[in-house]
């Protein structure tokens, strides 16, 4: 899975935005090909646990991480591939600190298992 995305500076957000929390959102409205609001609402999901930090790295200044490209596979397809891909993309735009992310097949539910810093297994 690949994803292109930046950083744009924002006074508010607009109605197809999804809220990671206040002064920061995401959104798909640039992307090269339509990312659908429900894909968009996944990636403020998986920032919600750096929003912190995020907006601690761009002081006093709302933004929104606009999604310019996403792809991937859609027989590999799973919704943890979009969260792991914006996460790794967020600890490297706003220079935060690395984290591991630990992945495993689970055989019982026949799909790959990320544990995340500070959420544990999904």
Do not use: H
């Given at each position: 899975?690949?994803?292109?995305?930046?950083?744009?500076?924002a006074a508010r957000a607009e109605p197809e935005d999804a809220a990671v929390c206040p002064?920061?959102?995401?959104?798909?409205?640039?992307?090269?090909?339509?990312?659908?609001?429900?894909?968009?609402?996944?990636?403020?999901?998986?920032?919600?646990?750096?929003?912190?930090?995020?907006?601690?790295?761009?002081?006093?200044?709302?933004?929104?991480?606009?999604?310019?490209?996403?792809?991937?596979?859609?027989?590999?397809?799973?919704?943890?591939?979009?969260?792991?891909?914006?996460?790794?993309?967020?600890?490297?735009?706003?220079?935060?600190?690395?984290?591991?992310?630990?992945?495993?097949?689970?055989?019982?539910?026949?799909?790959?298992?990320?544990?995340?810093?500070?959420?544990?297994?999904?």
């Amino acid at each position: 899975m690949s994803l292109r995305a930046e950083t744009v500076s924002a006074a508010r957000a607009e109605p197809e935005d999804a809220a990671v929390c206040p002064g920061l959102w995401t959104s798909g409205r640039a992307a090269t090909r339509p990312i659908p609001a429900a894909k968009v609402a996944v990636f403020a999901r998986w920032l919600t646990p750096l929003a912190e930090e995020i907006m601690r790295s761009v002081p006093g200044r709302p933004i929104t991480v606009s999604v310019r490209d996403v792809r991937y596979v859609e027989s590999d397809f799973q919704e943890e591939g979009l969260a792991a891909a914006i996460f790794s993309w967020a600890l490297a735009e706003f220079r935060l600190p690395p984290r591991e992310i630990e992945a495993r097949f689970g055989r019982q539910v026949n799909r790959c298992i990320l544990a995340w810093p500070d959420r544990g297994a999904e």
